[in-house]
């Protein structure tokens, strides 16, 4: 049976981040070895740094991981450019297995996630939920999923987090074994029987006001809002210049799309949020998410209230699905905008907090989380590729 | 109120203006999320700013110190790289002290300065912003595209270096840019690392200052130890000397008292004590002294000790000598000589006497009248009675240790030792004779019961000797058991006589008379001329042959006038057969008789 153990730290040494890391995690273990590591970095660590040490101070582990705009560990959030957090997991081989693809690209998202999904199933064909890092730029969420489901069924669930930097859309990096990825993409399967997963979405943003339609598109980039150059339609419609940049923009650029009605409760929400991660010269947007033409899409309002109450909400769900389970180990993969664009360092505290401890209280169940750039989490019986939600993947033991 | 109807493309139109106004509000919301995020990274800086001075001030080491304020800047400032530098004066460079984040910046690479200079950042006590274009600014070639800098003094005022952040050329893309709103918290951190860095060079000037004295006093301990182990070893040495010393006074005690023990019976105190404090008297040496010396032996002792068995006769000498010995002692004479029964003492040696001759005719006197307490406990123990002859002679002698390195004696030379010894010879039992040189030396307290001329063995004139009986002054002492009572026999007793000594020695086969006997003394009526002082050996005639067979002796001391044959001769050694057979005869005698 697989066992988790978490840690995290604002140490900006990396080597000794690293050891900290392992040290708060396996410190009451008799040694640092494990049998796998996954950790969420910041873009400013020293990569090399983490990997070598990792690598000394466990060697028999498989090392994975991935950068993000910060980190969320069980002692809150760090978004600075020197967070770093750990889930190191002891296991037997067959209970889990790493798979590593070193480029995906909006075209290639299907066919590289299926690649990536058969060599998992060849490798361990009893995997049974897939913790997923790739690239969160030029990329299309909903495109890899399917490429995953084509092989794995849309039944597997599919959790983790898009990677990212501290939001300045430039790049991002995975890692496997002693190997530096740049946009690139990461699969962990898990294999124990013993242990299920269940994942949980919420954004709790507004639509406001008259949607505006996908005039022209192509997968997922688009070219014309309202018959008008996309970035050009947006900016005009948000009183911005034209030449500001996305980061500029920020959340206000954010739109909706809607979802079908059956899906609302279980959503907390009529919408699902995505956003334009690159913008092209001639004013066409690329977004994570395919968007036909005629598809309508709204401007969003964050509501600080309704994201603190949606987020209840999605936490009692959880707390119920649990069906009074304690949680053996939580993922989570939360927004990077959700950080320091939307909340102020109490604000984000709450935030985690109102996670924590309803789920964990304040038994030590390892929490492993990343400010990344869009999220993998079910909803309505399949896996969803989220954007601008806070995600909690919740690992419990299986009910016999 | 009248309702305005509006067309189509004016509610349009108003819609898009109110939806611009709406998402503007977006924006406008942002905005004011991202200033209050900026002002919570700046209340943030300065709590870290905090918790660096709570890591920086306990930092052990300027080393540490460093390490820890180019960690602090990154973490503070969310910077990619940092560095501490420090200002040569000499070279007008920067040193750097620590670093992060530059890949190749190596610690002591030189930094120039003239720059800095000339734009007036060498003074002044705010942090100031500075892009660096890689190929114009003096500073290109360290791979950085911006820096913020702030200079830090010290309490002089004297620049002491930099603090700097800053953001590489390669990943400025990551980082924010350095704006004005970081120099309020970066000049805080800088002047904070300032005062922490004089606190922590007052910090190692005090723990110098310290670790020198307590060198110093490490030195100072090692020597103290030293010397304590030099005073340990000088006391050990005297302790051990003391005992040495203890040891080797307590074997003189030892031997003191063994010698005291041992000898103390045969010397004099004077003697013993100028021995025991003066060690240097028993260097070999000696001096010219006039002495008295005295000479005494127990008269017949040697036909005593043949009859006795050895533990009678060692028993009877010891009691004697006991007693002889306080005598002398008692005197001021120094025992020289034990030999045998033979005593030779002297008066005036080691330790001068004024009054020697005195001394040593008083001594005599009192030596022969402790006779009758030697005697008194020898016929308690069943021993015979012994008699002692005395004689004195005063003359110049060598005294001095004599004798090697390994035996020495202190101990008396010259002529006058025999000539005591020949006068000694001269008398019988319970006798003092002394010599011409004696009786000056005593002067005229003497009594003087008789006196004779003798001729010794090798003198070439005769040699006037006189009997003491007494000495008057301060020692008042005489002879008290003179034994001279002579009584008649009723039967004349034959015997037969050898001499001894003399011109007529080895005559044999000579008879006589007994006519007269006292206890000590017998006239005798001799056959032909006797002389005086002659030593006889004599046999009982007309008894049993056993009786015969048995010798006695005695000394002629006086011509009797009434035949010119009848001599007083005095017993030196009688056995005991012929003691009883004379006290048979005493009791049947006609009357007591003065000699």
Known sequence: MLEFYSSSTAAINSKRAIAECLENALGDEKDLDCDLIIFYTSIGHNFRDILTEARRLSPNAQIVGCTGAGIIGRDGPNESMKALAIMAIKG?????????????????????????????????????????????????GDKALEGMESVFGPEIPIFGSTSGDNMKLINNFQFI?????????????????????????????NVIGEPFEVTRSELNRIFELEGQPAWRFLTNRLGVPETATLPEVGPAGWVARELPEELNNE???????????????????????????????????????????????????????????????VFHADCAARGRWSFNRVLKDEIVSRMQYPLIQDEDVPWLGMYGFGEFARLGGRNQFHMFTTSLFVILKKTR | ???????????KAGYEVLQKQVTRSLIIKQELIHAKDSLDRDLTRFRTIQTYCKKAIHAGSFEEFAEITVESIIETFELECSTLLTHDKTKNSLKVEAAFGFEELAAGYPFDIDWLGAKGFLKGASAFIEKIAPDTHPWGYLGLCQVILCPYDDSKGDLQGFVLGGRTERNQAYYDEITQEMIPSFTVFTQEMSILLQNLRSKEYLERTVQERTKDLKTTNVELKKTNEELQQEITMRTQTEEKLRLAEQESKELSEFLKKMFGRYLSTEVMDSLLENPSALELGG?????????????????LSERLEPEQVVKMLNGYLEVMVDVIHQYNGTINEIIGDSLLVIFGAPQEIPDRAQHAIACALAMENAMAKVNKENREAGLPELEMGIGLHDTEVIVGNIGSSKRIKYSVVGRGVNMASRIESYTV???ILISES???????????DAQSEVLPKGAGVPLRIYEIGGIAGRYNLALEDKDLALVTLRQKLP???????????????????????????????????????????????????????????????????KDGHSYLVRFTSVPPEVVSYFQAHQQHAIKPSAS
């Open chain 2, 1 to 11: 109120m009248s309702e305005e109807k509006l067309t189509y493309n004016e509610l």
């Open chain 2, 429 to 431: 039992g319970g006798q």
């Open chain 1, 267 to 329: 959503y907390g929400s009529t919408h699902i949020l995505f956003a334009a991660l690159n913008k092209d010269l001639d004013g066409s947007i690329y977004t994570p998410v395919v968007c036909p033409e005629g598809t309508k899409l709204w401007n969003t309002e964050r509501d600080e209230d309704r994201m603190f109450k949606d987020l209840d909400k999605m936490v009692e769900q959880l707390i119920e699905r649990c069906e009074g389970r304690k949680p053996y180990a």
């Open chain 1, 177 to 205: 074994g002693d190997r530096i990825l740049e946009r690139g993409a990461i699969a962990v399967g898990f294999a124990d029987p013993t242990l299920e997963v269940i994942t949980q979405a919420t954004h709790g943003f």
């Open chain 2, 438 to 448: 004696v009786r000056k030396e005593a002067g005229e307290v003497l009594r003087i």
């Open chain 2, 287 to 303: 001096e010219r002294r006039n002495v008295t010396i005295m000479m005494s032996d127990l008269r017949g002792f040697t036909s």
């Open chain 2, 495 to 561: 015997l037969r006589y050898t001499i001894l000594e003399g011109k007529h020695v080895g005559r044999k086969g000579l008879g006589g008379l007994l006519v007269r006997l006292s206890k000590k003394c017998a006239e005798i009526a001799f056959d032909g001329q006797v002389e005086l002082l002659t030593n006889l050996k004599m046999n009982l005639g007309d008894v049993y042959e056993e009786l015969a067979a048995k010798d006695f002796y005695g000394k002629v001391i006086e011509r009797l006038e």
């Open chain 1, 92 to 140: 037997e081989k067959n209970e889990f297995t790493v798979v590593s693809k070193d480029s995906i690209i909006s075209f290639t998202s299907f066919e590289v996630s299926a690649q990536l999904a058969q060599e998992l199933k060849n490798k361990n064909p009893s995997i049974n939920m897939i913790h997923f890092l790739p690239s969160g730029l030029d990329f299309i």
